[in-house]
């Protein structure tokens, strides 16, 4: 078995400096060992979608961040005593589809939960660069096309009013106009009215394609989660990215 650090490594192998396209000879110089591999565990966590690294008995060796609110959040997916586990009845499909990743390298997408809870996870099988080792890979989708502070810095940039703002929050959240309305309490006809006008901002020609401007939006960590500690503490350790044994 592996640990985190080497997992990480194995994934993004270090390579002594980057080459363009079709380039013969490098273009930049190499960086410092050590900054790349704190670079390494930034991009990471910074990835807005959760990312578990887990083996053939669903053992985690790397959760980031995202997967890590995840997992404590114990929706769809918890760990107990450091094992992936499924909540509910889908236990079972989880159990199978890390078992195929790793032993027989097959791939596999579940559904978990239902209503607000639902998460799709992709399962893939992972061999790092110098290991005999297969483990599973766990993308987990997001449950919204876009996050609050990616919705908000997508009505910055296209300068959307305050009303405006929360009739495309609702929007995201697949609540229909008369929801919105009801929520905001204003008249239907105006929800509708603010509804074109961000259309017309967004350069979209339905609700549809609104969504789809949100789900385009780059995934944006808040500078937030930063405030209990430093970059280099936030990932770079191997506890820090594995969930504790539930008590």
Known sequence: ?????????????SQPAWAAPDAGSAVT????????????WMLVDEIECGLIVCGGRRQVHFANRAALRELAAERVLRSTDERLQAVGEHA??????????????????LRLGHGEDRLLVSVMPLQPA??????????????????????????NAYKLTLAERRVLAGLVQD??????????????????????SIRDKLDARSI???LIRAAEMPPIASALRMAGGSAAGA?????????????
């Open 29 to 40: 110089a190499p960086a410092p060992q050590g900054l790349v591999d704190s670079l390494r």
């Open 92 to 109: 079972a499909e989880l159990d199978t589809a890390v078992r195929q990743a790793v032993f027989k390298g097959r791939r596999e997408l």
């Open 235 to 247: 990932g770079c350790r191997h506890r820090d990215n594995v969930l504790p044994a539930a008590a």
């Open 130 to 155: 110098d290991s005999d080792e297969t483990c599973a890979l766990l993308v987990l989708g997001r449950r919204r096309p876009c996050s609050d502070l990616g919705l908000e810095m997508l009505a």
């Open 1 to 13: 078995m592996f640990d985190s650090v080497s997992t990480v490594r194995h994934l993004y192998p």
């Open 175 to 196: 609540r229909a106009p008369r929801e919105i309305a009801d929520a905001l309490g204003v008249a239907l006809s105006t929800v509708r009215t603010q509804i074109s």
């Open 208 to 210: 549809d394609g609104l």
